[in-house]
């Protein structure tokens, strides 16, 4: 599991890891216990281009319906396939084995993510 | 991502409770009530295989007394509640007079001339002055809403029988029947220390179980006493979100989606409901004897291969004609594919029929099948 403290986060309750140009995405604890236990998770194929701020997959609980955002304009790597086959390490590990996508970027398009004080600021509103 | 409690939200006998088992919360009907305590299929397969304990004190209660009673519940209600024998239950139906559903309800006839007709959260304001209305030409009738004093707490399982004989305080009164003789749909009488408890073989998953209607101010120690008694037997406190899966599977209705004020009995499958023989006039008569309008679309279940549920809200087509849409689904967490219940044009209700659902724009095959989903094996 990554320290959290070190990760970037979006207002999609969305978790990004940097690396150099590529990024790791995943979601929150925080959006994993609102989703409830996660039952099927679709994610984008490797070589899929995504577009910043639009909808690129899917986390779908019991009781309703997440979706994945791209943070910026990227191309998938990999996509956590197993995630796919057991999406119960969405809820068990969101910040670890639950990750989703990795997705190279261009850094600097990077811009308006929170830093770990100021989620957790947000999601105690 | 989801409902966020507002403030001016009730608050259950049993909220402290909730926030130490480390619940999260959902309003509900106007309610602050749990929706998991963790894992929402923890909890449904609990239900499914031990036992589940629901806090369900947001349901409305109201209290219809007086020699009158049984005749007004006649006239109040679609079913013939005049026939119920003493501390028996009956699902019933509040219409209105064109024939829509204001409420389902379950309606307990506690002692002579005495009835308590337990509503829905979100419903209780207008099925409270559905009955207030209707009592008018009755004498001798008390209708009181009392939904405040009364605390509901739902055992449900196939341990839930052994959960309650051997729960701590818990004992029957003299000269009402064990709990092990009452029927479904049944009630008998206990006590919890020096308050009385109701209860009743309902429930609410497709599984055995009771409810227990308690004092407000008996609610933490019951509660209290039946984790103490059933954690052994695998009792595990379950929230609404494994409460609409259980009940799902076990194809029930739930306000707001299977049944609403646009909604006539027949359509949700529930024609058995409303008692055309009974003597006497009856809000919705009228309207219901009419007959659908051609064309009504009813209540069928749908199962899809996958894992891709279809939610409610989800459009159904026969080939590219729009036919009809989802009212409630889920992946089902006991049969592993996802589970519809969709109102679908009339032609195209027979079991077996293929239809396609609209998932989020994919189009996924769904097939038309019996309800309910899920039937538990009887003893």
């Known amino acids: ?125 | 991502m989801s409902d966020t409690p507002s403030v001016d939200s009730k608050q259950s006998p049993l909220h402290e409770l909730h926030v130490a088992a480390g619940a999260s919360f959902t309003d509900f009907g106007g309610w602050q009530m749990p929706v998991s305590y963790g894992s929402d299929l923890t909890e449904h397969h609990a239900v499914r295989n031990a036992a589940g304990i629901f806090d369900v004190s947001h349901m409305g209660n109201i209290s219809v007394t007086g020699e009158d009673a049984a005749a007004f519940l006649d006239y109040a209600l679609a079913g013939k509640l005049s026939t119920t024998g003493l501390m028996q239950a009956k699902y019933s139906l509040l219409l209105d007079s064109n024939g829509g559903i204001i409420d389902d309800l379950i309606v307990y006839h506690n002692a002579a001339n005495e009835y308590a007709v337990v509503v829905n959260a979100g419903n209780r304001d207008a099925a409270f002055a559905a009955f207030s209305e209707r009592a008018a030409g009755f004498k001798n009738l008390t209708v009181r809403d009392i939904s405040d004093d009364v605390a509901i707490l739902a055992i449900q399982g196939p341990r839930a029988l052994e959960v309650l004989e051997t729960t701590e305080g818990l004992r029957i009164m003299e000269g009402q029947p064990a709990l092990r003789d009452v029927k479904n749909y049944w009630s008998t009488a206990g006590w919890f220390g020096d308050g009385s408890v109701l209860i009743a073989r309902t429930g609410y998953t497709g599984e055995d179980g009771f409810e227990l209607y308690v004092d407000e101010a008996d609610a933490v120690g019951l509660w209290q006493a039946l984790l103490v008694a059933g954690e052994p037997l695998g009792l595990t406190p379950a929230g609404l979100a494994s409460r609409d899966t259980l009940r799902l599977e076990a194809g029930m209705p739930l306000y707001g989606h299977e049944l609403g004020r646009d909604i006539r009995p027949a359509q949700a499958g529930l024609g058995r409901v409303v008692a055309l023989t009974k003597e006497g006039d009856f809000v919705g008569r009228g309207a219901i004897e009419a007959g659908l309008p051609d064309g009504a679309r009813v209540l069928v279940g749908l199962v899809t291969e996958g894992r891709r549920a279809g939610r409610a809200g989800y459009a159904v087509f026969d080939g590219d004609t729009d036919v009809g849409v989802i009212t409630s689904g889920a992946l089902s967490p006991t049969l592993g594919h996802p589970i519809a219940m969709a109102m679908v044009d009339p032609a195209l209700t027979e079991i077996g029929t293929e239809l396609t659902i609209d998932v989020r724009g994919t189009r996924i095959p769904a097939t038309v099948t019996a309800l309910p989903f899920y039937k538990r094996e009887k003893n």
């Not at chain 1, 996660?38 to 070589?47: I, N, S």
């Open chain 1, 1 to 125: 599991m990554a320290n959290t403290a070190d990760l970037k986060y979006t207002r999609d309750h969305e978790w990004i890891a940097l690396d150099g140009e590529t990024v790791t995405i995943g979601i929150t604890d925080y959006a994993a216990d609102q989703l409830g236990d996660v039952v099927y998770v679709d994610l984008p194929a490797a070589g899929s281009a995504i577009e910043g701020g639009k909808v690129v997959g899917e986390i779908e609980s019991t009781k309703s319906v997440g979706e994945l955002f791209a943070p910026v304009d990227g191309t998938v790597v990999e996509s956590n396939q197993a995630v796919i086959d057991n999406p119960q390490l969405v809820n068990d590990d969101p910040f670890g084995e639950g990750w989703m996508i990795k997705v190279t970027i261009d850094p600097s398009t990077l811009s308006g993510t929170l830093t770990e004080d100021e989620y957790r600021a947000l999601v105690a509103e």
